[in-house]
């Protein structure tokens, strides 16, 4: 004859639903982007050069470009303002309009607002370095 008790049962069904709520929980949270960038648009053409991505969240492209940019940032961020325009946003979708980004799309700017180049869909580390050099120099 087996016994299984009531609170023992319970105890599991409890323990594998924080188990799963843990595991959901910590993918979603992996899924976030690295370190928060500005979304302040404005700041472009301020007396800062700066890199700003076009972000959709409803797609790929954006979120592989701003890995790139987390690779990066810490080598460029001292003379470079890595902002974002997040295009589910009004200001973030006039401002892609306004210089034809859409996501994913990198727009390089001078200190004083001027384009100095766009990058569509990186590939990789060495295409977005090799961009910012010749945008902002070495």
Do not use: C
């Amino acid at each position: 004859m087996t016994f299984t008790s009531k609170p023992a049962s319970r105890w599991r069904t409890r323990a594998i639903v924080l188990l799963l709520f843990l595991v959901v929980g910590g993918l979603i949270w992996s899924q976030l982007p690295r370190g928060a960038y500005p979304t302040d648009v404005s700041r472009v053409g301020a007396g800062r050069p700066a890199l700003v991505l076009a972000f959709d969240m409803n797609y790929g492209g954006g979120a592989a470009a701003m890995e790139l940019m987390n690779a990066v940032r810490r080598d460029y961020a001292e003379r470079v303002d890595f902002l974002v325009a997040h295009l589910g946003m009004a200001d973030g979708q006039a401002f892609a309009a306004r210089h034809r980004a859409g996501d994913g799309t990198l727009l390089l700017f001078a200190g004083d607002g001027e384009l100095l180049g766009r990058l569509h869909h990186p590939r990789d580390v060495d295409e977005l370095r090799h961009a910012l050099d010749a945008a902002f120099g070495r």
